[in-house]
């Protein structure tokens, strides 16, 4: 059976990482002099309450935690941050239903970056920075989740890791699993501390430069303003922005890399990177040759398709041109590169890129057995070799991916949202992505305009999303309450 006592510790453990972050959110309003503090407040004891009853409840001896005891937690973790996490926008948004409040919530923690605030100019700096912080905190959750709180699960964590990243093998960073959690924590508060700096540079204050720093190495897309990037005007702003969003769709095996190791070839010869930078190249060319030769401008031109195609790829979600107003063929092309998504190991959602690999590797390889039916022709991605358990990982996964998106248009247009809004909102919150295709939906990610139903499918489809799908389904299956 399902030893709950240990799962309630370590939920205990993270709801006092929850109070910990409400109390920042409360202190930065404090800086700013912000009056109406009581409901981080309230939000903060409330989450304390709940650290403290698991923590009483998670005190009884037990054993090491089980691979279903991990997946479990994971997925619960996530929930309990959410419900947390929703309680400062309940208590600080006029007439905001707690549909809204959940969602918003889990948009942020799982870097989807869709919303249904507006006004964002006009709210206060504490609830602006708790939306910053929850991409932040989100945005390396899976690694975190996995590596660094799950150590004792003896595989199953990294079994976990694995999943997300089909099996693809770089070696560990260190031979301890802790050693490795803290790398690349260092790397990720190193990134955004660069980037923080790089925003301010540019022209951003303080606030601004470490909310959009926040939001663009989690790789989230949430602004401090209702235009996002457009409101500060600056084309070198918006290059700085591409580039940390290109970086932090990397694998952070392959950024530590790069910058422990200082292992270019080794990191640069990878065969998934070269197929996310090559996406990302060929579709900024086919965008950006029809934009210079509508508008003329060729500066212009390029910045605006290289910005919208690596905030999609890389499912950030930050916007300075509503893409939607080109072509329809652009628009399908740059939003499949949007459903593709970055590299598995990094913040981004959407497919990732080594499954897109594997899945014409598989085919050319099923090509050749036609051809060559007693030939012997393994499936290697680099140096590495995909196993029978690594090409049914990916086929299961895309299945039921498809299935799951086939499913959530159809209970969309249930709802009364036209096809297309169906579509774009099911693809945008399964992805990750943030922007959606439709007539009542936009490029910004906004979705106030869904039903509390719609909200809450689409709460649950961030979460298989961010989650890779197998965590969130695995606890609704019987099987998996069942004794071994």
Not at 312 to 341: C, E, H, K, M, R
Not at 360 to 374: D, V
Not at 460 to 474: Q, S, T
Request: aromatic letters at 12%.
């Amino acid at each position: 059976m399902i030893n709950f006592h240990i799962i309630a510790r370590l939920l205990s453990i993270m709801a006092f990482v929850q109070t910990t972050l409400l109390i920042t959110a409360m202190i930065v309003g404090i800086c700013w002099q912000e009056t109406h503090l009581e409901n981080f407040v309230i939000a903060a004891i409330i989450s304390f309450v709940v650290a403290m009853a698991l923590h009483m409840y998670g005190r009884k001896p037990s054993t090491k935690m089980t691979r279903r005891e991990g997946y479990l937690s994971v997925a619960l973790t996530w929930l309990l941050f959410s419900v947390l996490g929703s309680i400062p926008f309940a208590l600080s948004v006029e007439n905001i239903r707690v549909s809204e409040a959940f969602f918003e919530a889990m948009s942020g923690f799982t870097t989807t970056g869709a919303t249904i605030m507006t006004n964002l100019d006009e709210q206060p700096h504490s609830l602006l920075m708790w939306r910053s912080m929850s991409h932040w905190f989100g945005g390396l959750g899976i690694i975190f989740f996995t590596i660094a709180l799950l150590p004792s699960i003896r595989g199953g964590a990294i079994k976990l890791f694995a999943a997300e990243a089909t099996g693809l093998k770089l070696g560990k960073l260190h031979p301890r699993v802790n050693t490795t959690a803290r790398w690349i924590c260092t790397i990720y508060i190193f990134l955004t501390l660069v980037c923080t700096g790089a925003y301010y540079l540019s022209g951003m204050d303080i606030f601004d430069a470490t909310n959009h720093a926040m939001s663009t190495i989690a790789t989230g897309g949430f602004s401090t303003h209702d235009s996002s990037i457009a409101y500060f005007q600056s084309p070198l702003i918006e290059y700085v922005a591409c580039f940390f969003m290109f970086v932090s769709g990397m694998n952070f095996t392959l950024i530590y890399i790069v910058l422990a190791k200082h292992k270019f070839k080794q990191a640069f010869s990878n065969s998934e990177l070269k197929a996310y930078a090559a996406i990302m190249v060929c579709t900024t060319l086919i965008i950006a040759a029809y934009s210079i030769a509508t508008s003329g401008n060729i500066e212009a031109g390029f910045r605006n398709s290289l910005f919208q195609v690596v905030s999609l790829q890389t499912t950030t979600g930050f916007v300075t041109y509503d893409f939607t107003l080109w072509p329809a063929a652009i628009v399908v092309l740059i939003y499949l590169t949007a459903i593709i998504g970055p590299m598995a190991g990094s913040t981004g959602g959407g497919m990732k890129c080594v499954r897109i690999v594997s899945s014409f590797k598989l085919l050319s390889n099923e090509l050749n057995h036609l051809l060559h039916p007693r030939a012997v022709l393994p499936i290697r991605i680099g140096e590495n070799t995909l196993s029978g358990t690594v090409i049914r990982t990916v086929f299961a996964f895309f299945v039921v991916y498809v299935l799951l998106l086939i499913i959530s248009i159809i209970a969309y247009l249930c709802m009364g949202l036209p096809l297309l809004d169906a579509y774009g909102v099911s693809a945008s919150l399964l992805g990750n992505i943030g922007p959606a295709l439709g007539h009542e939906v936009n490029s910004a990610g906004l979705m106030n305009m869904l039903p509390d139903a719609g909200l809450w499918l689409g709460s649950f489809l961030m979460l298989a999303g961010r989650l890779e799908i197998f965590a969130v389904l695995l606890p609704l299956f019987p099987a998996f309450w069942k004794k071994d």
